[in-house]
């Protein structure tokens, strides 16, 4: 996960994440009266009393109707939610207000300016904990629920997004889109789309960014063991998303192949005939279609590719697709279902 944080707060070392994720995901009238072109990235690093650092969070600060704004982005990469993230927000905002006092920023009198803590979650459950701090504590008898702390967080939760809600010309609901893919074709469609609307000349170190978090993060996340060049233009990715789609297909389609030729001589020997050899090797080859028909479709890819792909009828692919396979084709590919893809809930990742 250390790479997978790092790169993204590359990303969002960039001002037009920023602006782009206040804009798209931030819905308050107030965001209408930033001034984005004051944009300042601050220093992220706090020492406490004891000496332990924190180099983690993302800080920015901009102009918000005369004064200094100061947002917040604690990017989280972890498999578990974390219940108790109302009390960290809590402690670093401390933190930050205690730096500000510390040096300067704020003079002996003033008053402190406002934060907006935002927590960046991408973990496959969606997010259950508290995002109000007063939710983690006991109210206690009486007045007691007035001293409670009154402290919220923003949570943004990749995956309660729906794939519609994504579509948009935004490069923080790009960045998100892309996260959710399952398959290179889905990575390729979605980047082509990127590329077609994203020109800014000025933009180049944040196109730069963005093209090294795909081929050293999202890419060999999403494709284990294969090996990817160091791309130099998010341009380049797509043709080879291409071509790794061709790859997959040959190697599946060669090992069925192989298989089936192996389980051809093996019947044709046991019954001397040489019509073993060729049941052998039609089976094989159609037992491997079907496992790499419920590959693809796990993977996302449409039935009408899958067809197309393996060779396999349509309607066929479509009743693997539903789950309503036809009795010769469910004793078929019954043993490559001992672990059928999970459903999937509505904006689940």
Partial sequence: MATHDHSYKLLFSHAKMVEELLRGFVHEDWVAQVDFATLEKCNASYVTDDLRERHDD???RVRLRGQWLYVYLLIEFQSEVDRLMGIRIMTYLGLLYQDLARTGEVAPGQRFPPVLPIVLYNGRPRWTAPTSVADLIAPGPGKLRDYLPQ???LLIDEGAFSSESLATRN??????ALERCQTPQQIKETLERLIDWWHEPEQTGLRRSFTIW??????????PGKHFPEFQALQEVPPMLEETVKEW???WKAQGLAEGRAE????GRAEGRAEGLIEGRAEGERTKSLEIARLLLQRGDPPEEVARITGLPLEEVRAMATHRLPPHVADEVAPYQANPPSEKTPGQS
Avoid: D, N, Q
Avoid at 171 to 176: D, E, I, M, Y
Avoid at 214 to 223: A, F, H, T, Y
Avoid at 264 to 267: H, K, L, Q, V, Y
């Fill in 58 to 60: 993302v800080i920015w």
């Fill in 151 to 153: 402290l919220r967080y």
């Fill in 171 to 176: 490069l923080v609901a790009s960045l998100f």
């Fill in 214 to 223: 795909i081929g050293r993060v999202l890419l060999p996340g999403k494709v």
């Fill in 249 to 251: 297909v040959k190697e």
């Fill in 264 to 267: 051809g001589r093996a019947e």
